[in-house]
Each structure stands twice: as C-alpha cells, then as structure tokens.
Antibody
Framework: QVQLVQSGAEVKKPGASVKVSCKASGYIFTRYGISWVRQAPGQGLEWMGWISGYNGNTMYAQKFQGRVTMTTDTSTSTVYMELRTLRSDDKAVYYCARHLGGPIPAAILEIWGQGTMVTVSS | DIVMTQSPDSLAVSLGERATINCKSS????????????LAWYQQKPGQPPKLLLYWASTRESGVPDRFSGSGSGTDFTLTISSLQAEDVAVYYCQQYYSTPYSFGQGTKLEIK
C-alpha cells in the first residue's frame, strides 16, 4: 500500500539544524510531488514548501526561504527536509504529504506521513 | 498571500444532525482557464495526521463517506456533514492550493452536542 514513513522524534538546541526523512513506498516515486507541513503544539497547519519527485525542483514558502532545504534520493525513494538555525518557535510536528496524482498538477495532500516531533530546547 | 478564514472556530452538533463549516479566501481560488476551484478540505483527529476529504472544492476522496460534501466557488466555500456520526468528531481544515504559499484555514473543532 502507498505510505510515507518518517524518521523519529528529534530534540535540538536553539541554533542547530534538523533533518527529517520521509521514505515513500507503494508507488512510483518520481511521478509525485511531496509537500512539507508543520503543526505547532495545539495550533493549525502551516505549509513549508514542496519538492518534485521527478526532478527535485523545489518551491519554498517565503517564510522559510534561506533556512529550509528539501532534497530527494530517488535510489531510496526518500525525501529530506532540513531546517537550520532552529528557534523555540520551530517546535512542531513536521509532516510530509504526497500530492494527489492526475492530469492537473496540484498540491492536494492525499497521503500523509505519521509526523515527526521536533523539539527545540536549550 | 492568500488568507483562509474558517467559521465558526468550534461547533457542537447533535448526532444525526447537519454540521456546516465555512471557509473564506482573501482572493478567488477559481482558476478561470479550467473552471476549477483550488480548494481542499481535511479532517484531523487527535494524534493523527490530517486526512484528505474533498478537493476541487467538491470532489470526494476515495473512501470518504457520502455524508461529507463540499460546495462553493471563488472565495466562499462550505463543508457539510449531512448526518453527524460519533467518528466525525475532529478538527476540519480548508486549504487553498491556487498559489504559493499554499495556506490553511485556522481549523474548526467539531464536537457532539
């Protein structure tokens, strides 16, 4: 079955970096894009950016430009999201989500990973 | 950036009754070239990732019960649950995927009255 499995919880100090992985299975990796969405404790959903599984092209939300990098490893069908210069307000659950396929490319988030909790604490 | 605003923030409905959640975008998410509204709805239960319910404003995702429906166009959209079931208790989010940064509404918490 189609699934996205993310790496485990992380605890980082302010100023550090975190790299979260999202391993895809059950579908042809290069045919779909993947977005990253985060959710602070008790808060709503925030879209961070997306990466093409086909060519690795990225589009980041302006808010995260310069601090986030999304990459793919097609040999292992894995997407990575690295967030640098962590602050306390980066504490959140980070989700990867696969875009729905179809004739019209669109960031309709059909399949979600289980989430990765990132805690930023000194 | 497009701002998505949902109403109400929370809602309590009796079992078997209709629940209605509204979503308003700060600019139109209707793409004129294909006449499609770039609007999706998600359901999130505690401790779980969101689940896609509807996209293109009114297309139900495979496996989603037909008591869930979506309507609206342009800037105003509605999610309707025709007959509330206990398992529908959750937070519901709308999302626009018309332009980046793709954005979500603040969420509507649905409870049983």
């Amino acid at each position: 079955q189609v699934q996205l499995v993310q790496s485990g919880a992380e605890v980082k100090k302010p100023g550090a970096s975190v790299k979260v992985s999202c391993k895809a299975s059950g579908y042809i990796f290069t045919r779909y894009g993947i977005s990253w969405v985060r959710q602070a404790p008790g808060q709503g959903l925030e879209w961070m950016g997306w990466i093409s599984g086909y060519n690795g092209n990225t589009m980041y939300a302006q808010k995260f430009q310069g601090r986030v990098t999304m990459t793919t490893d097609t040999s292992t069908s894995t997407v990575y999201m690295e967030l640098r210069t962590l602050r306390s307000d980066d504490k959140a659950v980070y989700y990867c989500a696969r875009h729905l396929g179809g004739p019209i490319p669109a960031a309709i988030l059909e399949i979600w990973g289980q989430g990765t909790m990132v805690t930023v604490s000194s | 950036d497009i701002v998505m605003t949902q109403s109400p923030d929370s809602l309590a409905v009796s079992l078997g009754e209709r629940a209605t959640i509204n979503c308003k975008s700060s600019q139109s998410v209707l793409y004129s070239s294909n006449n499609k509204n770039y609007l999706a709805w998600y359901q999130q239960k505690p401790g779980q990732p969101p689940k896609l319910l509807l996209y293109w404003a009114s297309t139900r995702e495979s496996g989603v019960p037909d008591r869930f429906s979506g309507s609206g166009s342009g800037t105003d959209f509605t999610l309707t649950i025709s007959s509330l079931q206990a398992e529908d208790v959750a937070v519901y989010y709308c999302q626009q995927y018309y332009s980046t940064p793709y954005s979500f509404g603040q969420g509507t918490k649905l409870e049983i009255k």
